[in-house]
């Protein structure tokens, strides 16, 4: 009987699409060059693991636990995590591209995102206070009651943010990309 613990396990090109069951709790886990793309990862628990050069997309998503996950060069589209399992959701992103994918009303509070690509990705109702993003691309991204309080966008851009429609006390912009806060008032800054 196959155990349904796996610690500081490592898992390398390994294709999950091909009959390869993933079950259970990951603790201190390793999948680097793994296919996962449109299969169901739902209910397993994932701590402190880290997913490197993945492709995590269309993936199921039910109650799946992310508690201090690392993401890392990984093709992520279509990851609708708003329906994961919100208890101790600690997650971060490096070089990723999560076009296409949902955080809708999540408490995503200090999490970072860093080179990642954030096009059409709903942040709607996402508590994002406090979250850093260093040179990510939103282009089509929806902000609509996103708390962005004393979250960084100072080195991001494609962004259109209305700010009476979040919340932004004490957001960190960088006089580049002001544009994205006002688009919605069809003023040009050149």
């Known amino acids: 009987m196959e155990s349904n613990y796996h610690f500081e396990e490592e ?4 294709n999950f699409t091909e009959n390869q069951t993933l079950y259970g709790d990951y603790e201190s886990c390793k999948f680097s060059h793994c296919n996962f793309n ?3 990862l739902s209910n397993l628990k994932f701590i402190d693991c880290e997913f490197i050069e993945c492709n995590l997309s269309l993936v199921k998503l039910n109650e799946t636990s992310f508690q201090q996950v690392l993401f890392k060069d990984c ?3 279509g990851f609708n995590l708003e329906t994961c399992n919100q ?3 600690n997650i971060s992103f490096e070089n990723c591209v999560l076009n296409d994918s949902s955080f809708y009303l999540l408490p995503l ?3 970072k995102f860093s080179n990642t690509t954030l096009h059409n990705v709903d942040f709607s109702n996402t508590d994002l ?3 850093f993003f260093m040179n990510c691309d939103f282009s089509n991204a929806i902000f609509d009651q996103t ?3 004393q979250a960084n966008l100072k080195t991001s851009y494609n962004f259109r943010i209305n700010p009476n429609e979040n919340q932004l006390k004490g957001a960190i912009f960088s006089k ?3 544009e994205g806060l006002v688009q919605h008032l069809g003023i040009k800054i050149q």
């Open 11 to 14: 898992f390398y090109q390994v």
């Open 38 to 40: 449109a299969i169901d």
């Open 75 to 77: 093709k992520m589209i």
């Open 87 to 89: 208890f101790a959701l």
């Open 109 to 111: 509070k200090k999490t």
């Open 129 to 131: 206070s406090l979250s």
């Open 147 to 149: 708390d962005l309080r």
């Open 176 to 178: 580049d990309n002001l």
